[in-house]
């Protein structure tokens, strides 16, 4: 009993290792929202644009600088002061100049100890403190944005990809089954051959029909080798890592009503290009505001406290002081005027912008709820088709059998159930690849609600 539990186990790991591990489709798309390095990059502008929008509030608190020094050389300057010596002049009761003397005094100009406490306090700034954090904010919500954009891209093309790779695979196996199907056929008449109930040319026509697959396979297993390699390129996979898609093709539901109108609001609403254009015209909004505020006078308020003294044991003298600072910028060249043209020619550009796109996300949720509706309706038509055309190459393998039939027909009943089972493959990945294309459009690719 041990011998065949270690036997297994074997087995169990050798097979891990040569084919690799099965990775479904929401196992590649967590891996990649950790790993891609442009979502991290993302992320870490977002949280440098919330500490700026942090640094924009602290523009409203006052500036506060604390100095002090302690002198340690410094040049005296030389004052002379001349005292005049006064007589009396003989015969009168007047004094005059016996003689003058002069005396030299160094002075410095700086107490050798001193600190000093000032604060400045904007009282008003045109406007450009609030709305610079408006902007800043802004800024957050627009990398937040950028971020759910990239996060969608990366979601759809992993997707898309590891949907294409299920569409090789489920087409190869249908052209595996069918070598099987036509190896049987061939054994079949080969055998009838030998009875001499079928012709060499039954024969002929079946090895030919075999040999027609091989180059469908080969074609087809070399895309999906190609396909893996795309879709380890998007994960960031190393190209020795080894692992496998889950080769079932669940499909995808489908929520929405055929409401365009609310569907449109709705991509309006959370659609990521649309609200960075949205969020981009709000800021240059401000950044108007802030320009035409620059025509208006700036008020500032500063004070200061400070102490010296000359000796460590004199005591301390007091000066402060406390100012309300105007200053009007009347006159800047051109600058605020240029600033302004700047400002309305980008609001035009954007405006435009966001028309065409909002045009383009109507005409997409039209065009892709029509082919959802379209590859549904396939869907289930190519169901009935192929339980019709499995039927009919049962039917038609017992007939040929009997001799019923020629050969011909035995192909073509292959050729119809070879065909009704790509043609049902085809219609479930153009479903699902709808509706990726729908949910992109919509901003909702991704989220967990959808």
Excluded at 136 to 156: A, C, Q, R, V
Excluded at 369 to 397: G, H, P, W, Y
Aim: net charge positive.
């Amino acid at each position: 009993m041990k011998k065949t539990l270690l036997i297994i186990s074997i087995l169990i790991i050798f097979v891990t290792i040569s084919h690799g591990e099965i990775w479904n489709l929401e196992k590649c798309i967590n891996f990649a929202l950790k790993k891609n390095k442009n979502l991290i990059n993302l992320k870490r502008e977002l949280e440098i644009s919330g500490r700026n929008v942090t640094n924009a509030y602290g523009k409203f608190l006052p500036s506060i600088k604390l100095e002090g020094s302690k002198v340690l050389a410094e040049s005296k300057v030389e004052t002379q002061m001349q005292s005049y010596e006064l007589a009396p002049i003989p015969e009168t009761s007047l004094l005059g100049i016996s003689g003058v003397t002069t005396e030299t005094y160094e002075q410095d100009m700086i107490s050798n100890y001193q600190y000093s406490l000032s604060a400045s306090q904007p009282i008003f700034m045109g406007g450009s403190l609030f709305y610079n954090l408006k902007n800043k904010k802004i800024e957050k919500n627009i990398s937040f944005y950028e971020l759910k954009d990239e996060k969608m891209n990366l979601i759809f093309d992993i997707s898309s990809t590891y949907y294409n790779l299920i569409y090789t695979k489920s087409m190869l196996d249908n052209v595996n089954e069918s070598i099987e199907i036509v190896k049987e056929q061939v054994e079949m008449v080969k055998a009838r051959y030998e009875s001499g109930e079928a012709s060499n040319l039954d024969l002929l026509q079946t090895k030919v029909e075999l040999n027609k697959l091989y180059p469908q396979k080969i074609k087809l297993k070399s895309a999906y080798k190609n396909g893996k390699r795309n879709l380890m390129n998007i994960l960031g996979l190393k190209s020795k890592e080894s692992f496998q898609i889950d080769p079932n093709f669940k499909m995808l539901s489908l929520k929405n009503k055929e409401n365009y109108s609310k569907l449109f609001k709705f991509a309006q609403n959370n659609y990521p290009g649309l609200k960075i254009l949205e969020l981009k015209s709000k800021a240059l909004d401000n950044t108007e505001i802030m320009t035409k505020g620059s025509y208006l006078p700036k008020i500032l308020l500063t004070g200061s406290f400070g102490q010296q003294k000359e000796e460590w044991n004199d005591n301390w003298s007091d000066n402060y002081n406390l100012m309300l600072t105007f200053s009007w910028n009347i006159f800047d060249g051109l600058n605020r005027e240029t600033n302004l043209a700047n400002v309305y020619t980008n609001q035009d550009i954007l405006n435009d912008s966001y028309y065409d796109l909002y045009e383009q996300i109507k005409t997409g949720i039209r065009v892709q709820f029509e082919n959802i509706k379209e590859a549904t309706e396939r869907v289930q038509v190519q169901e009935d088709n192929l339980k019709l055309a499995k039927k009919n190459l049962d039917m038609s393998n017992e007939s040929y059998k009997e001799g019923l039939i020629p050969v011909l027909d035995l192909m073509k009943a292959r050729l119809s159930y070879n065909d009704a089972k790509a043609a049902l493959i085809q219609a479930k990945y153009d479903r699902n690849l709808s509706i990726l294309e729908f949910r992109k459009s919509l901003g909702i690719l991704g989220n967990k609600e959808e």
